[in-house]
């Protein structure tokens, strides 16, 4: 019992510790939208994307290059010099002649190259147009994403507060029939046997307290890592939250706007047509290239050699080249790499086509499954409200017929767990509800913040 108890304070301690403040479901999604990992990460993704446009298209524009080179050569050479014996002499000798030469060169080149025809190019940029839509439709999808998932963890929080209030209500109200319990068999009107069942129900009362505080901590947590700031409240729907049925009430409507208007759908689609393109810019390697060349090089040497007779000349030498012309390029075999790539692209184009039908095939069974939840979760909320009401009916005659005498103190148990029970159910599917209308809007493509704007206006503190 010592250490039940120390697990109760620590649990509420624990949640003590993390509580700051209170807020709505508005607050806490642009906290969300602030500090959520995801969604920032998805908002770099797209930027990145974005780059690719004007990367495509750069190389469709004229490329100009400069390169230059400073050198200093110093040359030292030596050679035989045919030279008359004397002058009366007409016979020739040879003297060694040697020459140090000191240069100092300098030379610089520009070159100016303009596509006229590169097919790989051109798919390129048709490709870069795919891939920004593509990372558009990636990070909208990632908004939606991200308010469902607050809304899934904010009432995952107030489900779990619920369960947490019920409990320790079932708690308090077994302890006092345990202590009824107790004197009634001082006095004997009742048996041992429904003091021990009033004690085992009070204990494992304390338990479900335990585990339901242990899990509201972790629902505080999950919200907590998605905001980066802990929440002391959160505002809970009002009691007359209006339900509402889907607008247009067809099944096969949602699923059509599903299907059309999904971004997942909408981004393979996008993924399809960039593997398409790839497979064209994979067999741009069979086709010539053909690109306008202009050039000018020019070098300058400037230097003196000296004789070891002591004699000196210039060294210098200049030289200037234009050049312009056509370059065309003929690929005539590469091992077979290009056949390579153009089958791989096609293996990756044919496996996009199924991961797109596969898309289609989950959005169409989760707008399905949203929509029939949506009005399950209808007649489930209005149903369980009854038997809450039936539940504490129950439990009140339970209770009458117990003083009487009618009844035993294991009715009066299973009537007050069956009251915790309809408590906590008729909690959960309220928020169910409100889950599932944004789930089907999440599978149409059509959730958005006023939606979110307008659950936020049912609740309240």
């Not at 972790?218 to 007359?240: C, I």
């Amino acid at each position: 019992m010592r250490l039940r108890a120390h697990i109760v304070v620590a649990c509420g301690l624990s949640l003590a510790a993390q509580a700051t403040f209170g807020a709505d479901l508005l607050e806490v999604y642009q906290r969300a939208l602030q500090n959520d990992p995801i969604i920032r990460e998805a908002d770099a993704n797209r930027l990145a994307s974005r780059e690719s446009k004007p990367q495509a298209l750069a190389a469709l524009l004229p490329q100009l290059e400069a390169s230059g080179g400073y050198s200093k050569d110093d040359e030292k050479f030596s050679r035989f010099q045919p030279q008359a014996e004397s002058r009366d002499s007409p016979e020739l000798i040879f003297v060694p002649v040697t020459t140090d030469s000191d240069t100092d060169g300098y030379q610089y080149t520009i070159q100016l190259r303009q596509t006229l025809f590169r097919w790989d190019q051109w798919a390129a940029l048709k490709r870069a147009d795919a891939e920004v839509a593509q990372a558009e439709a990636d990070f909208q999808a990632a908004q939606q994403d991200l308010i469902q998932r607050t809304a899934q963890r904010y009432f995952d929080v107030l489900a779990a507060q619920d369960t947490v209030e019920a409990a320790e209500a079932t708690l308090e109200a077994f302890s006092r029939q345990l202590e009824q319990a107790n004197k009634r068999f001082e006095v004997g009107l009742i048996a041992i046997t429904d003091v021990q069942e009033s004690r085992a129900a009070h204990d494992q009362a304390a338990a479900n307290v335990i585990q339901a505080k242990r899990n509201l901590a972790t629902a505080q947590e999950l919200l907590r890592e998605l905001t980066g700031e802990p929440f002391d409240s959160l505002a809970a729907p009002v009691d007359d939250m209006p339900l509402k049925t889907p607008d247009p009430e067809n099944e096969d409507q949602w699923v059509n706007t599903a299907l059309e208007q999904n971004l997942r759908i909408i981004s393979a689609r996008l993924a399809t047509d960039i593997a398409k393109q790839d497979v064209r810019v994979a067999r741009s390697g069979h086709l010539p290239t053909v690109d306008l060349v202009a050039s000018r090089r020019d070098f300058d040497f400037e230097g003196t050699s000296i004789s070891n007779d002591g004699s000196t000349s210039p060294a210098d030498r200049s030289q200037t080249a234009d050049s312009i012309g056509i370059q065309v390029t003929f690929p005539i075999y590469s091992g077979g790499a290009t056949s390579s790539r153009v089958r791989q692209r096609v293996y990756l184009h044919r496996a996009a086509r199924e991961r797109l039908e596969r898309t289609a095939r989950e959005t169409e069974r989760a707008a399905r499954d949203a929509y029939l939840g949506v009005l399950s979760e209808i007649s489930r909320v209005r149903a369980l409200r009854q038997a809450l009401e039936s539940s504490r009916t129950a439990l009140q005659a339970t209770e009458a017929g117990f003083e009487v005498g009618t009844r035993t103190t294991v009715d009066v148990l299973d009537a007050r767990r069956r009251l915790f029970e309809a408590q906590t159910n008729y909690s959960r599917s309220r928020y169910d509800y409100i889950l599932n209308v944004l789930q089907l809007q999440l599978a149409t493509g059509t959730l958005s913040v006023a939606d979110l704007e307008e659950i936020n206006a049912l609740l309240k503190e």
